[in-house]
């Protein structure tokens, strides 16, 4: 299975632009985000940092899930490789994860030996301009992957705002600290913040793991969907057994539809058609399978045609 396509200015998709993009913003967060640590010896900033660094690697891994589900579909692969986002936004739960882990041992190690915070207010600085950074960036990955159907894009936009959550923790711990003097609150502050990452990459992991496991979509949606088919199905009889899932961009749709058994083939095929353009004009990405049967396999229930 090939990982890597084409891509040109011209050909790169808007989620490819935007999976290089994370990967360029956190290259440099990561580096602003040492630099004030460096100024500061904070175990918050150090604990903020090391977060920095699962950013980079979840922004690569997005990358790549998503140059792999843009695979068109082959013969060991009929249905596309849109699950691998699905795979990308897993892992990257697990990442945000071991960073709360990670962040979690180190406040602990400031805990029994808290010390004095240097030149505060200059890695406060630095800092801050990395959490606006992340802040912008973390809002136009949730946007746009939402737009393009992207539960990578919008997994590491949920990621980049667990961290700037914890900035903003981070910000008030060391400005406590220096203002009482009591740098304690330092790693304090650091652990509190590891704790509610701890839980954003739970949420991730949840919401992903429901697409790897075919869930149906949405009530709304749903609701909708059969609305449409009742509509566009003039001529027929009703829709049973209908199902539904999704995986990535995509939507999968299947059901049965009924027909009056005098009808031919060609007007059953045009009807399929007309309700598949139907579906696909409301819902963009979705691919259809209808079996047709004859009026006397009429259950009387699901989507009875207007």
């Given at each position: 299975m090939p990982l890597y396509l084409p891509i040109g200015i011209s050909s790169m998709t808007t989620t490819t632009r935007l999976a290089i993009g994370s990967l360029i913003v956190g290259f440099s967060v990561l580096g602003l985000k040492a630099v004030a640590y460096w100024?500061?010896?904070?175990?918050?900033?150090?604990?903020?940092?090391?977060?920095?660094?699962?950013?980079v690697a979840t922004a690569f891994v997005a990358l790549i899930a998503i140059r792999v589900a843009a695979t068109p579909a082959d013969a060991h692969h009929p249905y596309g490789h849109y699950k691998a986002e699905f795979f990308s936004a897993v892992l990257e739960g697990a990442m945000i994860i071991v960073a709360a882990v990670l962040i979690i041992g180190e406040a602990y190690k400031g805990f029994i030996s808290p010390r004095a915070i240097e030149a505060p207010f200059e890695g406060l600085l630095v800092?801050?301009?990395?959490?606006?950074?992340?802040?912008?960036?973390?809002?136009?990955?949730?946007?746009?992957?939402?737009?393009?159907?992207?539960?990578?894009?919008?997994?590491?936009?949920?990621?980049?705002?667990?961290?700037?959550?914890?900035?903003?923790?981070?910000?008030?711990?060391?400005?406590?600290?220096?203002?009482?003097?009591?740098?304690?609150?330092?790693?304090?502050?650091?652990?509190?913040?590891?704790?509610?990452?701890?839980?954003?990459?739970?949420?991730?992991?949840?919401?992903?793991?429901?697409?790897?496991?075919?869930?149906?979509?949405?009530?709304?949606?749903?609701?909708?969907?059969?609305?449409?088919?009742?509509?566009?199905?003039?001529?027929?009889?009703?829709?049973?057994?209908?199902?539904?899932?999704?995986?990535?961009?995509?939507?999968?749709?299947?059901?049965?539809?009924?027909?009056?058994?005098?009808?031919?083939v060609n007007e059953a095929h045009g009807l399929c058609d007309t309700i598949e353009q139907a579906v696909k004009e409301e819902f963009g990405d979705v691919t259809i399978t209808i079996h047709v049967e004859p009026d006397n396999q009429a259950q009387h229930r699901g989507v009875l045609v207007l």
């Open positions: 100024l500061t010896g904070s175990v918050a900033l150090m604990s903020d940092a090391l977060e920095s660094i699962v950013n800092n801050g301009l990395a959490t606006a950074i992340n802040g912008f960036w973390c809002w136009m990955l949730i946007v746009q992957g939402r737009r393009q159907k992207s539960p990578a894009l919008v997994a590491d936009g949920h990621h980049l705002f667990s961290d700037v959550l914890s900035s903003g923790g981070v910000v008030v711990g060391v400005l406590l600290a220096v203002m009482t003097g009591w740098y304690i609150l330092d790693p304090i502050l650091a652990g509190l913040v590891a704790l509610n990452i701890l839980w954003s990459g739970w949420k991730v992991v949840k919401s992903s793991l429901s697409g790897l496991l075919d869930e149906a979509v949405s009530e709304d949606r749903l609701a909708a969907m059969r609305a449409i088919i009742s509509t566009a199905a003039v001529g027929a009889i009703e829709v049973h057994d209908l199902k539904t899932r999704h995986a990535g961009k995509m939507t999968f749709v299947d059901f049965h539809l009924v027909v009056p058994g005098t009808i031919s």
